[in-house]
């Protein structure tokens, strides 16, 4: 069964930080672009960053360039999200989506996991 | 980069059919062919429906269709049912910041 499933999510306080994982299966998880998309609590989706196959390619919302950074690590087909300086306005369900090229559409996506940025 | 505009909400009766809007700038909607839609359901994750403005996944049902004219793609669900009642995003390849959603549009079924 093709799945991504997030880890990672919780309460954090302004300032501070978080990474989040994304453990991918019943695909070749190499061979696909990957991305995190955002959604606020009771707001639309926001694209959040994206990574190329090999991840020599990263693309970020301007909101979260220079603190968030994506990453992935095909041996042990997993995508993460690390988050810095996290703002209230991070908070949201940070869902992992398979990318299909060049469609720049998503066909899979994980349960998502809720991040929580209050003092 | 700003948010395809959506209509917030739209409805209609089992049967009958409803088309949302989704408009964009020639920075994104109007320059590609990269437009896809998503429903989510209160709760749970966005499902695609519809990807390259026209083109549906396997196992989409084909009551639901896209279209695109200039600066705006359009999604039609025709035959209503009650299991369409969710939210429905659009989203575009936008070029240097690569991709966009819309608002999002919640369509009730009377």
């Known amino acids: 069964e093709v799945q991504l499933v997030e880890s990672g999510g919780g309460l954090v306080q302004p300032g501070g930080s978080l990474r989040l994982s994304c453990a991918a299966s019943g695909f070749t998880f190499s061979s696909y672009w990957m991305s995190w998309v955002r959604q606020a609590p009771g707001k639309g989706l926001e694209w959040v960053a994206n990574?190329?196959?090999?991840?020599?390619?990263?693309y970020y919302v301007h909101s979260v360039k220079g603190r968030f950074t994506i990453s992935r690590d095909n041996a042990k087909n997993s995508l993460y999200l690390q988050m810095n300086s996290l703002r209230a306005e991070d908070t949201a369900v940070y869902y992992c989506a398979r990318g299909l090229v060049p469609a720049y559409a998503f066909d899979i996506w994980g349960q998502g996991t809720m991040v929580t940025v209050s003092s | 980069q700003s948010a395809l505009t959506q209509p917030a909400s739209v409805s209609g009766s089992p049967g009958q059919s409803i088309t949302i809007s989704c408009t964009g700038t020639s920075s994104d909607v109007g320059s590609y062919y990269l437009v896809s839609w998503y429903q989510q359901h209160p709760g749970k994750a966005p499902k695609l429906m519809i990807y390259?403005?026209?083109k549906r996944p396997s196992g989409v049902s084909n009551r639901f269709s896209g279209s695109k004219s200039g600066n705006t793609a359009s999604l039609t669900i025709s035959g209503l049912q009650a299991e369409d009642e969710a939210d429905y995003y659009c989203?575009?390849?936008?070029?240097?910041?690569?991709?966009?959603f819309g608002g999002g549009t919640k369509l009730t079924v009377l």
């Open positions: 390259e403005v026209s």
């Open positions: 989203c575009s390849y936008a070029g240097s910041s690569p991709v966009v």
């Open positions: 990574i190329q196959q090999d991840g020599s390619e990263k």
